[in-house]
């Protein structure tokens, strides 16, 4: 029988660790491995709130979208026609998915042909021109768009305006005509009466007094275009035509007995022709070298000048 080697147990140590080594090492990456793909447990917090953002959330209720949106609710309420009384889930159909560079916002927002089809027509489709915030749809603000938008109804307007320019010819049509379509103002809210007297507009229309309409007179949208009727009285004129008044008075002409709209007839700085009531009360001979009355009857007002 063989001495025991005291140095033997050792050596077999030495001999079976370097084989045992890759054994080990293939046990913990097996382990670690199904650590990874196993499923989550109810202790994963990460994967819980992931799993949260993978569902599709409720439709909120008003009140909910209130509390992140309090400037809206706040406008619907004051001022939202019947918009006011609809449920926000009734316009808004998609919640929480407008993503930057993934999502058109136009895709998302509500389209006014849902309930609206088309109330002006063909020629005005595009609605957010005019009612810029659709929480408030009934203010709408000033701007070329809605001006161009009233003209497509009010050709005849738009060409009054443009051609017989004023003031006027400058605002917006919402300048005057606010608050609501078919508004109309009273004049008074910008201009004074004539001479800060409401007797003058009474003296143009007496057998209308007394006259509290400025348009019996001015169209608002050829202002200057003034109209004045027949019965228009001289010191009417006067108040702004004092010589040619003063002239006429003492011209004892048969032209002191007319009215002045006998001569400057419907509009304001209307002028007939002499020969209208006149004809040709010279003879040929007398009159070859003139041209026109006024050569020789220089002032109208007092004809004997």
């Known amino acids: 029988m063989r001495p025991l080697d005291p140095a033997a147990p050792g050596r077999r140590h030495r001999v079976l660790l370097p084989l045992l080594l890759p054994v080990l090492a293939c046990l913990v990456l097996f382990s670690v491995l199904a650590g990874c793909t196993a499923p989550s447990g109810g202790d994963n917090r990460e994967e819980r709130g992931a799993a949260i953002y993978r569902k599709i959330p409720a439709p909120p209720s008003r009140q909910q979208c209130e509390q992140c949106h309090p400037v809206i609710a706040n406008l619907l309420r004051t001022n939202g026609g019947k918009h006011g009384q609809l449920d926000c889930r009734q316009c808004h159909l998609r919640f929480h998915t407008y993503e930057p560079g993934k999502t058109r916002r136009k895709d ?13 027509g063909p020629k005005l489709t595009h609605c957010t021109s005019c ?38 010819t400058r605002l917006y049509c919402t300048a005057c005509h606010h608050t609501r379509h078919g508004y109309k103002p009273q004049c008074t809210q910008c201009h004074q009466p004539h001479r800060g007297t ?27 275009k003034v109209h004045f009727p027949p019965t228009t009285p001289n010191t009417t004129c006067a108040l702004c035509h004092r010589n040619a008044y003063t002239m006429l008075r003492a011209s004892g002409t048969k032209h002191a007995a007319f009215h002045c709209v006998k001569c400057h007839p419907g509009q304001h700085k209307t002028i007939k022709r002499c020969r209208q009531c006149h004809g040709i009360p010279h003879p040929p001979r007398l009159i070859k070298n003139f041209r026109t009355c006024g050569s020789c009857h220089g002032v109208a007002h007092s004809i004997v000048r």
Do not use: W
């Open 108 to 120: 998302i927002l509500p389209k006014c042909t849902r309930c609206h089809d088309h109330p002006h």
């Open 131 to 168: 009612h810029q915030q659709a929480h408030t749809p009934l203010d709408i603000p000033a701007s070329r768009a809605l001006a161009n938008g009233c003209y497509v109804c009010h050709p005849k307007i738009d060409k009054e305006i443009k051609t017989f320019t004023t003031q006027h």
């Open 198 to 224: 409401p007797p003058m507009a009474t003296a143009i229309r007496p057998d209308r007094a007394p006259l509290d309409k400025c348009t019996n007179c001015h169209n608002p949208h050829k202002a200057l």
